[in-house]
T-cell receptor, first 112, second 112 residues
């Protein structure tokens, strides 16, 4: 069964550094998402992406965050200058029209 | 805004049925989902129900939807130790905002 893949599984970075989290959505999917889950807390929506543009973003997704689909298969989340509070599990998800979201296994980001 | 609430913890004995409950506030919710998260893993879609349905059964899983009370439940028959995980309820509306809103998750502990 096709699945969403995320790399790396764990990323450690220093405060103030840029980090790029990578995702390969399921190949025929059209809608792409990033969510995050701070340890012990709710899964929170960050951003959705469709037709090569952001379709919706939450208040968490400020100017420090950006997304890109550079080559038709990868979907990336960039954090420009990481803060301690960015430490979380980041989940990528994708779907086709009117179907459930399929999530990857996540990237655990640790900012030190 | 939308809100999804779940109880935090449920403990059952192996072989018993588990019932995990969820309430939501958004009356325009169109799709309601149950995801399972095992320790350190991603979000696995278990099942979902469209808002014009009252019930959906899939092997050991039964989803009940009371749209009037905005109440969703997941029943797991013959609960096994492998069912121990966090179960997230999530909703999505079909007008405007298309991202999922998650509950805080219910930790199911299955005792042998």
């Amino acid at each position: 069964e096709p699945e969403v893949t995320q790399t790396p599984s764990h990323q450690v970075t220093q405060m103030g550094q840029e980090v790029i989290l990578r995702c390969v959505p399921i190949s025929n999917h059209l809608y792409f998402y990033w969510y995050r889950q701070i340890l012990g807390q709710k899964v929170e929506f960050l951003v959705s992406f469709y037709n090569n543009e952001i379709s919706e973003k939450s208040e968490i997704f400020d100017d420090q965050f950006s997304v890109e689909r550079p080559d038709g298969s990868n979907f990336t989340l960039k954090i420009r200058s990481t803060k301690l509070e960015d430490s979380a599990m980041y989940f990528c998800a994708s779907r086709v029209y009117n179907s459930p979201l399929h999530f990857g296994n996540g990237t655990r980001l640790t900012v030190t | 805004g939308e809100d999804v609430e779940q109880s935090l913890f449920l403990s059952v004995r192996e072989g018993d049925s588990s019932v995990i409950n969820c309430t939501y506030t958004d009356s325009s919710s169109t799709y309601l989902y149950w995801y399972k998260q095992e320790p350190g893993a991603g979000l696995q879609l278990l099942t979902y129900i469209f808002s014009n349905m009252d019930m959906k059964q899939d092997q050991r899983l039964t989803v009940l939807l009371n749209k009037k009370d905005k109440h969703l439940s997941l029943r797991i028959a013959d609960t096994q130790t492998g069912d121990s995980a966090i179960y997230f309820c999530a909703e999505r509306e079909d007008t405007g905002r298309r991202a999922l809103t998650f509950g805080s998750g219910t930790r199911l502990q299955v005792q042998p």
